[in-house]
């Protein structure tokens, strides 16, 4: 019987499916749960194969930051539409986002992603995060202003809100929270925007 052959991917395809594999376990597990013996597991190749594509294992790190930031960009709303469909358009994409990706919601929510990750995923992770938060400023901003988002809460209250409101729907930690029913965010993020909007008169009366 004539032996099999393995077919060898081409080194673009090879490298996204590094930052894929290293990207899942950072969901599973955080930063220790990435090792070359673990990425190397994930994707199905020796632990030697991996330094063919990478540098070091900090560089494959860096390359799952940056597939995250490229998952991340896409959600940001069109700066055209209307503020409140930006801020709803926007925690829909996000929460769907981060459920289907625990990596990326590891990134943004560790304080070991802030203190661990090489120098170049940290400016980068960052840099997603200034934009996600320009535009929900922008858009919690102009909706205060417009008269659609209420104006007796200070805007940096508001986004609190809405940024914990996503994260809660996405993480689920301790014993306590485990025993409960996830939230479903078709039920959550309706009432969010309940909460931000300006009251109707016949509820201030």
Avoid: N, Y
């Avoid at 194969?49 to 790190?61: G, K, Q």
């Avoid at 981060?98 to 995923?121: C, K, N, V």
């Amino acid at each position: 019987m004539p032996a099999r052959t393995r077919t060898r991917k081409p080194a673009l395809e090879r490298r996204g499916e590094i930052a894929a594999a290293t990207l899942r376990l950072l969901g599973r597990g955080g930063l220790p749960a990435v090792t070359a013996a673990t990425v190397a597991a994930e994707v199905g190749v020796s632990p030697a194969a991996l330094f063919r594509h990478f540098a070091t294992l900090d560089a494959i790190v860096a390359a799952a930051v940056d597939l995250a930031v490229a998952r991340l960009d896409p959600t940001l709303p069109p700066a055209a539409a209307a503020p409140v469909a930006r801020l709803r358009a926007l925690a829909s994409a996000r929460v769907r986002l981060l459920q289907d990706e625990p990596g990326i919601a590891w990134l943004l929510r560790s304080e070991q992603a802030a203190s661990s990750l090489p120098a170049p995923a940290v400016e980068a992770l960052g840099g997603a995060i200034a934009r996600s938060r320009a535009v929900i400023v922008t858009a919690v901003r102009q909706g205060v202003e417009r008269g659609e988002l209420r104006a007796d809460v200070p805007p940096a209250v508001l986004l609190t809100v809405f940024t914990a409101t996503i994260h809660a729907l996405v993480h689920r930690t301790g014993l306590a929270q485990r025993s409960l029913r996830r939230p479903d965010p078709d039920d959550v993020l309706p009432g969010l925007f309940r909460l931000l909007a300006v009251a109707p008169p016949e509820v201030l009366r």
